[in-house]
Nanobody, 126 residues
């Protein structure tokens, strides 16, 4: 059974950093593309970052470029999202998602993903 579990969310002041982790079970990342998404109250779920199964391709939302970094830790079977210079508008529930995909395929569309974690709350205070 494929399962994804996010961790690392919390409350941080503006300008601070958090690292989200997505731990996978039931599969290994070498066959799956992973995406990070977020959803704030009253808003649609949006793509934040994605990484291909090979780790060779990454994509970031404009709002995340230069501040967020997505990486794969194959030894731990986790995908991490390092978030720096956080802003109040980054406040949301963050989800990781997975889909079986070719080596260099990435997607920022929520509908492209099959498996989802339960979400982790990130709150950035001003």
């Amino acid at each position: 059974e494929v399962q994804l579990v996010e961790s690392g969310g919390g409350l941080v002041q503006a300008g601070g950093s958090l690292r989200l982790s997505c731990a996978a079970s039931g599969f290994t990342f070498d066959n799956y593309a992973i995406g990070w998404f977020r959803q704030a109250p009253g808003l649609e779920r949006e793509g934040v970052s994605s990484i291909s199964s090979s780790g060779g391709s990454t994509r970031y939302a404009d709002s995340a470029k230069g501040r967020f970094t997505i990486t794969i830790d194959n030894a731990k079977n986790t995908v991490n999202l390092q978030m720096n210079s956080l802003k109040p508008e980054d406040t949301a529930v963050y989800y990781c998602a997975a889909v079986r995909a070719p080596l260099f395929a990435v997607s920022m569309r929520p509908t492209a993903y099959r498996y989802w974690g339960q979400g982790a709350q990130v709150t950035v205070s001003s």
